[in-house]
């Protein structure tokens, strides 16, 4: 392994430190490597040794290419310096693909506490945003990052359609930074249809760091620890990739959970966001005689509303003929008409 320190901005003592591991030759099943890049927390007062090296560690030994941004804090956190030191470390990540043997579309951004506000900011507001982000008992909603970072803005409320797939633990305790943030940012991107995995652990000190005795003290009185390490890998491999025969697997899973989105209506739409056309809703009014006749859109509950076509069609089973039959159709209607 090969360690390069590097210096963003000298004025105000921002690093990135890359721990690299090399790809070929003796790992020959590996061209290439994912990467993942570190923002400790802190309360951006200051970058925690205890959410660098100690995080980066299990990341190195799944054979990602690991780097760690120590970036502006205390007198020098004025955003949006912090979210530019961001950037910068980005941007040169990315723009050295080749020399660190690295796929540039798969990089995932880890922060914690205010390191996981700064995260979160980077995936939904940054020019190079990462491909996925892992968010630690984050700092979200305004009220709670005006107590560490007044100029700093609301995460959460700048959610849009292109943030990307997003991991969140937190403890149900936390009297430092209230799971409420975890739970606005969930909600919002549950909003936007946004793939997320999140886990509200029962009992955790703040700062748990990877959950490890070694580095998060505060554990005595409860028996068992965050385990988010092991299951963040599992996730990346569902949205990054996995390591395959030279190349990379192809991810699972893709940022937004219906297709909605998608440049054509098609049966993964949910059905709320089908009948709001109608010439879509006039398609499917035969298939659902009786039960849609005399339907209007704003009747339809919510969960059904929220339900993709698919699967309401999957319980009244049609058959994979009438299915294909019905896709066809969707896609024959133009959409932003």
């Given at each position: 392994?090969?360690?390069?320190?590097?210096?963003?901005?000298?004025?105000?003592?921002?690093?990135?430190?890359?721990?690299?591991?090399?790809?070929?030759?003796e790992f020959r099943n590996i061209s290439r490597r994912p990467a993942v890049?570190?923002?400790?927390?802190?309360g951006y007062t200051m970058c925690s040794d205890r959410e660098t090296d100690p995080v980066a560690f299990p990341y190195l030994k799944a054979g990602y290419q690991t780097f760690i941004l120590?970036?502006?804090?205390g007198e020098h956190a004025t955003w949006p310096n912090p979210l530019e030191d961001y950037e910068k470390a980005m941007e040169l990540i990315r723009s050295n693909e080749e020399k660190w043997s690295l796929y540039p579309d798969k990089i995932a951004?880890?922060?914690?506490?205010?390191?996981?506000?700064?995260a979160a900011s980077a995936a939904v507001m940054s020019k190079n945003r990462p491909n996925a982000a892992i968010l630690g008992y984050p700092v979200i909603d305004k009220e709670t990052?005006?107590?560490?970072?007044?100029?700093?803005?609301?995460?959460?409320?700048?959610?849009?359609?292109?943030?990307?797939?997003?991991?969140?633990?937190?403890?149900?305790?936390?009297?430092?930074?209230?799971?409420k943030n975890t739970i606005k940012m969930m909600e919002a991107l549950t909003k936007y249809d946004i793939s997320f995995e999140s886990h509200i652990y029962a009992y955790a000190p703040h700062g748990f760091t990877t959950g490890d005795t070694s580095v998060a003290a505060g554990f005595d009185?409860?028996?068992?620890?965050?385990?988010?390490?092991?299951?963040?890998?599992?996730?990346?491999?569902?949205?990054?990739?996995?390591?395959?025969?030279?190349?990379?697997?192809?991810?699972?899973?893709?940022?937004?959970?219906?297709?909605?989105?998608d440049p054509f209506y098609n049966p993964d739409c949910t059905m709320g966001y089908l009948l709001k056309d109608k010439e879509v809703k006039d398609l499917l009014l035969p298939y659902f005689q009786p039960m849609m006749e005399h339907m209007h859109v704003e009747e339809i509950p919510d969960m059904v509303n929220t339900m993709l076509l698919k699967d309401i069609l999957g319980f009244m089973n049609f058959t994979t003929d009438k299915l294909?039959?019905?896709?066809?159709?969707?896609?024959n209607i133009p959409k932003n008409r």
């Open positions: 392994m090969k360690t390069e320190n590097m210096i963003l901005n000298e004025e105000r003592n921002v690093t990135l430190t890359a721990y690299l591991q090399p790809a070929g030759g890049l570190i923002l400790p927390g802190g120590r970036y502006s804090v951004v880890i922060g914690f506490s205010a390191g996981g506000h700064l990052v005006s107590t560490y970072l007044p100029s700093a803005p609301d995460a959460a409320e700048a959610v849009d359609d292109n943030t990307c797939p997003c991991f969140l633990f937190a403890s149900r305790n936390d009297s430092t930074v209230p799971v009185c409860c028996s068992r620890v965050p385990r988010w390490v092991e299951d963040s890998l599992e996730w990346l491999k569902d949205v990054l990739g996995d390591f395959g025969n030279q190349e990379m697997t192809e991810p699972k899973c893709k940022a937004r959970i219906n297709g909605n989105r294909q039959e019905i896709s066809d159709k969707l896609k």
